[in-house]
């Protein structure tokens, strides 16, 4: 069987069993705080375990897309180096929630396995639970007696709770379990030694190939144990594990799961797979990280510095790393996998064929980062090695060096000195980091006096969204010094002031007091407290203060901030909605917007964008501002949580048309206030990070301003102005034709002076010298040296230009001339560029120089003559 017909005969096998098929979950996690990613197949059942969501169908089977590469289950740096460990891998499974129980799982099990699969009874052996005194628990004779109708009593082994004791967490739904395992050796190795004691002890070719748990525990956050109402089974069986039992391989990355992959890396790299153990493990982790890489990208998460996208980053940079360093692969590669891949398993899981471009060109732009850094940092890291031949271990300072500098992941630095045979001093790389945050926090640091207390208030309250004007009271103040300069720092009992937050700035204005204005120059939060940062105080602090907040900053802040909500629902509706908002800044001036994105918008997509986002201003769009909204609530209508915010039980949303999203900042009435928006430039921030910045407005409208007085300027210039581009055009035309003559005009000069300089060459010694100054361009001399250099092999030329004033000197030395070692146009050069006041350098055939004196270079044509005359002494 191939692979795809043993994961069908699977669903075929328990769909017969009135098991309802159901799709797998994604791999990558969004909703649970607790998991980035799936790691077993039950997860997106565990809501029905632990009682949260009703029973649907009461039998359930799939296959379920798993990653295991931190935490508990992580197998990352065994990948590659064995035979049977992934990080991503499938699980095929069956569930019973409530139904059946241990008799029909097993009787299923053993059916499946020997009836339709075929495995040979005597290479399978099972384990029970044997029992725990701590828990107070006998051996599971029931789950015995039932494998006893199967197996041979002696293939029944007892298990510890580590191997046969599933628990979902320190509390929760537990129970039970049986292990199958299928003993692939050949017969004589089985003869030899048997099975049953090589059962879980690590051997390759001795493994496990599915686990039943009976779920009939709850675990108590005491420890304790008391049984649950209702009776689960939750079953997993490793795919490729199966494929390598059923296809009679001794290695998962022997069938076809990972062959034509491996096939393709060895295609690519030009070594063929099985020649070598290192490039073998090369090429294995690679066919199994590209699966991780891909099917995250295609569930949504680009690799990043943080959380789950650090996490795909660091698989996606192991599998660079070991392609560059075993196979010699040192150009964007791993890309080019995505179509086998998606051939092996698009047909089942269609997320690869319809997300395959974004997937290759995500991983080529990482690949292309990464590589550059990869080259940097590895060639440090070689050197490091050769100059501290006979050290085992790596100074923890050089770790640090390769991470700050180079950014080199840490881990990254481990394995390679594993390689070498070395450790990495991980002391010293963690102070080496300690004392680079130190220093960020001294560059950031201020000295804060002690709070001067005015009133106890405990909770300052903010009114910014309904008014920007508020008779209030300093409840506190301080002094605080930064950077050699004084200022103070005021709370308010109420205050209209936004605080910097959600990328938004905050808010500038006035306190007046007796008639005094004091300007409030930023607005930030600090332990709940809204911060008003100013450079005096009142001069007495305990009196009523107006707050008034800029109402033109404010304004042009709000149309930028609006802006922001429109752009991004904009970007998904014309590039896709694997548009994720990474990061923004809302200034008054300008807005700032990061979202997730695999490659440069083109001129023609930006024009889109921006005519969508101002027909959605011109719309006027009234805003639909909902306050403390239960998050529940908020979501269901559709509003996004944005990037790894924290929100709340109730939030803020804020609706415009059909753009809903949960925002704290503040905003526009409707959009029409925007005005008009301009994009001003879009770039590349990361791999798969774009930014742009654009202008709304007032803003705006200067810039078009700008760009008519700019057009009318041409205009008149080029004295066309029915059609001002035709008039540049010719303009250009007329320049390159001119150009062109010039240039036709420069060679005959060069073609006239070559023969010219050739008869007044003079011979010094078995050296001709060609000595003069001419009038040429730096390029057209250039080209005539090198011409007079090669029409001989005994030809030293010196030659002095001035054009537009400035002086200049070449110095070309044929071939012949230069190996005999008498003489260097580098070393000359220096020496006649002193008479016209300049410098210069170059190769031992040609060198050049300018300068400032005009009168010198008749000078340093006669030195020239004299040091090669002296040469010949």
């Not at 506190?476 to 200022?487: C, H, L, P, Q, S």
Request: hydrophobic share 35%; with cysteine; charged share 25%.
């Amino acid at each position: 069987m191939n692979a795809q017909q043993i994961r069908q005969t699977f669903l075929d096998f328990f769909s017969s069993k009135g098991h309802h098929i159901v799709p797998s979950a994604p791999m990558v996690i969004k909703d649970d705080p607790t998991l980035m990613f799936t790691n077993a197949g039950m997860n997106q059942f565990k809501d029905i375990f632990l009682g949260n969501s009703p029973v649907k169908y009461p039998r359930i089977a799939n296959t379920q897309k798993c990653l295991r590469v931190s935490g508990k289950h992580n197998d990352l740096e065994e990948v590659g180096h064995d035979t049977y460990h992934h990080t991503m891998f499938e699980m095929l499974g069956n569930w019973s929630f409530g139904d059946y129980f241990k008799k029909e799982a097993i009787d299923w099990a053993w059916e499946l396995l020997t009836s339709v699969y075929g495995i040979e009874k005597d290479r399978l052996y099972v384990t029970i639970f044997g029992g725990d005194e701590g828990d107070g628990l006998e051996p599971d004779m029931e789950a015995y007696g039932y494998w006893k109708a199967h197996i041979a009593e002696d293939r029944i082994l007892r298990g510890s709770k580590k191997d046969n004791f599933w628990e979902m967490g320190d509390s929760g739904p537990c129970g039970p379990c049986s292990e199958i395992h299928v003993d692939l050796r050949s017969d004589a190795a089985r003869k030899e030694v048997s099975g049953d004691t090589l059962v879980n002890t690590g051997d390759p070719l001795v493994i496990e190939i599915w686990n039943l748990v009976f779920m009939e525990f709850n675990r108590l956050a005491n420890g304790s144990l008391q049984p649950l109402p209702a009776k689960h089974v939750d079953t997993g069986m490793g795919f490729e594990r199966l494929c390598m039992a059923l296809q009679h391989k001794q290695s998962n990355y022997d069938t076809d799961v990972f062959r034509s992959l491996t096939d393709a890396i060895s295609g690519l790299c030009k070594i063929p797979y099985g020649s070598n153990e290192k490039t073998d493990i090369a090429m294995r982790v690679i066919a199994d990280h590209v699966r991780a890489i891909a099917f995250a990208i295609a569930d949504g998460q680009l690799p990043s510095n943080n959380k789950a996208g650090y996490v795909i980053r660091r698989i996606l940079r192991r599998a660079i790393r070991y392609g560059f360093t075993f196979l010699k692969l040192e150009e964007p590669f791993i890309y080019k996998l995505i179509p086998v891949l998606t051939s092996l398993m698009g047909n089942y899981f269609e997320e690869l064929k319809s997300q395959q471009s974004l997937i290759e060109k995500v991983i080529a732009e990482e690949e292309a980062s990464f590589l550059r850094t990869l080259s940097h940092g590895i060639s440090k890291f070689n050197q490091y090695i050769e100059s501290n031949k006979g050290s085992k271990e790596i100074e923890g300072s050089f770790a640090f060096e390769l991470y700050d500098t180079y950014g080199f992941p840490i881990d990254l630095t481990g394995l390679m000195a594993r390689e070498a045979g070395m450790t990495v001093d991980m002391d010293g790389f963690s102070r080496g980091l300690e004392l680079q945050k130190e220093r960020s926090r001294k560059d950031a640091s201020m000295e804060l006096d002690d709070w001067v207390i005015i009133d106890e208030t405990p909770e300052e309250t903010f009114v910014g969204y309904d008014t920007l004007h508020t008779e209030t009271r300093i409840t506190r103040y301080r002094r605080v010094r930064a950077k050699g300069k004084d200022a103070f720092q005021i709370v308010l009992a109420v205050t209209p002031f936004y605080a910097e937050s959600g990328g938004q700035v905050g808010d500038r204005g006035i306190l007046i007091s007796e008639g005094r204005e004091i300007q409030v120059i930023d607005t930030r939060k600090e332990n709940n407290l809204i911060i008003h940062l100013t450079e005096s105080l009142p001069a007495n602090p305990s009196l009523p203060v107006a707050a008034i907040v800029s109402v033109e900053a404010r304004t042009s802040t709000a149309n930028n901030h609006s802006a922001t909500h429109l752009l991004h629902h904009t970007l998904r509706e014309i590039i896709g909605t694997h548009v994720e908002q990474k990061g923004s800044y809302v200034h008054p001036d300008y807005l700032r917007f990061d979202f997730s994105h695999f490659s440069r918008l083109s001129g023609e997509e930006l024009r889109q964008i921006e005519h969508s986002v101002n027909r959605k201003i011109r719309e006027n769009l009234a805003v639909d501002e909902q306050r403390h909204v239960p998050f529940d609530k908020a979501r269901e209508q559709g509003a996004m949580a944005l990037f790894g915010e924290k929100y709340g039980d109730s939030v803020r949303v804020i609706r415009f048309g059909e753009s809903v999203e949960l925002c704290g900042g503040t905003h526009v009435h409707a959009t029409g206030q925007i005005g008009l928006f301009k994009i001003v430039s879009e770039s590349a921030i990361a791999a798969g990070v774009r930014r742009i910045e654009a202008i709304t407005a007032e803003k705006a409208e200067a810039y078009y301003e700008d760009q008519l007085v700019l057009i009318d300027e041409i205009r008149e210039l080029v004295k066309n102005p029915a059609d001002p581009i035709k008039g540049v055009k010719n303009i250009i035309d007329e320049n390159q034709k001119l150009r062109s003559r010039i240039e036709q005009v420069e060679a005959e000069k060069v073609n006239n002076l070559f023969s010219e300089l050739i008869s007044g060459s003079r011979e010094i010694d078995g050296c001709r010298l060609i000595s003069a100054r001419v009038n040429l361009d730096a390029s057209s001399a250039k080209d005539l040296a090198f011409k007079l250099m090669s029409a001989a092999d005994n030809h030293l030329i010196v030659l002095g230009t001035l054009y537009e004033n400035k002086p200049g000197l070449l110095i070309a030395i044929s071939e012949g001339l230069v190996k005999s070692g008498r003489y260097n146009a580098a070393q000359m050069i220096k020496d006649l560029a002193r008479e016209i006041q300049g410098g210069g350098g170059g190769q031992p055939h040609f060198a050049s120089a300018g300068g400032k004196n005009p009168d010198g270079l008749d000078r340093a044509l006669e030195k020239a003559a004299s040091i090669v005359a002296g040469s010949s002494d």
